[in-house]
Antibody
Framework: EVQLVESGGGLVQPGGSLRLSCGAS????????MSWVRQAPGKGLEWVSG????????FYSDSVTGRFTISRDNSKNTLYLQMNSLRAEDTAIYYC??????????????WGQGILVTVSS | SYVLTQPPSVSVAPGQTARITCGGG??????VHWYQHKPGQAPVLVIY???GRPSGIPERFSGSNSMNTATLTISRVEAGDEADYYC??????????FGTGTKVTVL
């Protein structure tokens, strides 16, 4: 059974940093691309970032480019999202998502339960 | 910027058919995926590559794709289908876009 478990969320002040983690199990982690998707309060889903199975070719939405960094440790079956220079508009539930194949442009076939990030003073 | 427009809400009686549209894309060249999202839960893929249905998803869920509009159809609607539904495409090799979302209410 595929499981994706996010951790590392919480309350942070504007301008601060936070690192999210996503522990994966139930599949060969290195074979699949992964993504982060978020949902701000009362809003819809927004894609944030994606990375290939091998860890190359990361890319980002315009709203987080230059502030967020996606990475993965295939030896630990873990996906990360380093979030710097956080803004109030980054407040959201962040979902870890698995792609159907090794490329980021594939369909998301599994999602985690999500972790709340609140940016506020 | 690329925007996929969905109706904010659709209301349907149990046993009837709900149709959710997704417009604004060039669907002749893009594959459309659909996700179901219930409050407090992880989203679930219900239709992939326009009309594919993942294992475990009831046959009541179907998808279609014309030149300018993609449609998710839920036949014989049940109370458990009440959720938000989102379409999604890759507008370019580096631009993943979700639709604005549709809240399905079962009367």
């Amino acid at each position: 059974e595929v499981q994706l478990v996010e951790s590392g969320g919480g309350l942070v002040q504007p301008g601060g940093s936070l690192r999210l983690s996503c522990g994966a199990s139930g599949f060969t982690f290195s074979d699949f691309a992964m993504s982060w998707v978020r949902q701000a309060p009362g809003k819809g889903l927004e894609w944030v970032s994606g990375i290939s199975g091998a860890g190359g070719n990361p890319f980002y939405s315009d709203s987080v480019t230059g502030r967020f960094t996606i990475s993965r440790d295939n030896s630990k079956n873990t996906l990360y999202l380093q979030m710097n220079s956080l803004r109030a508009e980054d407040t959201a539930i962040y979902y870890c998502a698995k792609k159907e194949g090794g490329v980021v442009q594939g369909v998301i076939d599994y999602w985690g339960q999500g972790i709340l990030v609140t940016v506020s003073s | 910027s690329y925007v996929l427009t969905q109706p904010p809400s659709v209301s349907v009686a149990p046993g009837q058919t709900a149709r959710i549209t997704c417009g604004g894309g060039s669907f002749a060249s893009e594959n459309v995926h659909w996700y179901q999202h219930k409050p407090g839960q992880a989203p679930v893929l219900v239709i992939y590559y326009d009309s594919g249905r993942p294992s475990g998803i009831p046959e009541r869920f179907s998808g279609s794709n014309s030149m300018n509009t993609a449609t998710l159809t839920i036949s014989r609607v049940e109370a458990g289908d009440e959720a938000d539904y989102y379409c999604q495409v890759w507008a370019s090799s580096r631009d993943c876009v979700f639709g604005t979302g549709t809240k399905v209410t079962v009367l």
